[in-house]
């Protein structure tokens, strides 16, 4: 039986992305890069200064990317603090807080995290809060869930971990613990069995706590 669990925010607790990506697209046409962030090869999980630096690489005289991640970055408070939860979200870390500690280990900034927690409601629902800049590297690096079960001084082969994204489950199973690929209807049935997790769901409304506690 699990003795902690570790949920992701953006994307398993936060419904924020379709918010992150509309917020990105409009800072990238005021700069004048007319594309999507899709279409720029951005991907679901990945850190802010990893998606810079692979822009800075692959397009490299489409924008000034540092004033873009700047903008964007600043953006992201006010985005965390309006996203809505996801169905289930609440009731789900409410029910497993009363049974084991939780962490929340999340790619985004430590201001977004906060600013998401609270405005939620679910500060209290963390004992342990793990962020980007908390860490020297992000995810899939296996660094943010090795911190976030050292910080619940629990073994991470204890520690089951909700990821909604490849980075995210590779980061967890990394760091040895044993992983729930939430919203697994984004990706083919041939990814998710490339991804590895342990279980994958569509939503967190057909799990609860004895699926995670006994996984």
């Given at each position: 039986?699990?003795?902690?669990?570790?949920?992701?925010?953006?994307?398993?607790?936060?419904?924020?992305?379709?918010?992150?990506?509309?917020?990105?697209?409009?800072?990238?046409?005021?700069?004048?890069?007319?594309?999507?962030?899709?279409?720029?090869?951005?991907?679901?999980?990945?850190?802010?200064?990893?998606?810079?630096?692979?822009?800075?690489?692959?397009?490299?005289?489409m924008a000034d990317w540092d004033k873009v991640y700047t903008k964007y970055t600043q953006a992201i408070n006010d985005c965390a603090s309006k996203a809505p939860l996801f169905g289930g979200a609440m009731q789900l870390v409410t029910a497993v807080s009363n049974v084991v500690p939780l962490a929340l280990c999340s790619n985004s900034p430590r201001s977004a995290v906060d600013a998401a927690l609270s405005s939620n409601n679910l500060s209290s629902s963390f004992r342990v809060t793990v962020s980007r800049d908390d860490v020297n590297k992000g995810k899939p690096d296996p660094e943010p869930y090795a911190k976030a079960c050292r910080l619940l001084k629990t073994h991470p082969k204890d520690c089951v971990a909700l990821e909604d994204s490849a980075p995210g489950i590779a980061s967890a199973k990394a760091a040895g613990c044993k992983t729930i690929l939430v919203n697994s209807n984004h990706y083919s049935k041939l990814e998710v069995e490339q991804i590895g997790a342990d279980l994958a769901v569509e939503t967190l409304k057909q799990i609860n706590k004895k699926t995670i506690l006994e996984i």
């Open positions: 039986m699990a003795k902690a669990a570790i949920f992701d925010m953006d994307g398993v607790v936060l419904d924020s992305e379709p918010l992150y990506y509309e917020t990105y697209r409009s800072i990238l046409s005021k700069a004048g890069v007319h594309r999507t962030p899709q279409e720029l090869g951005i991907k679901i999980g990945g850190t802010l200064d990893g998606e810079r630096n692979y822009l800075k690489h692959k397009f490299p005289a």
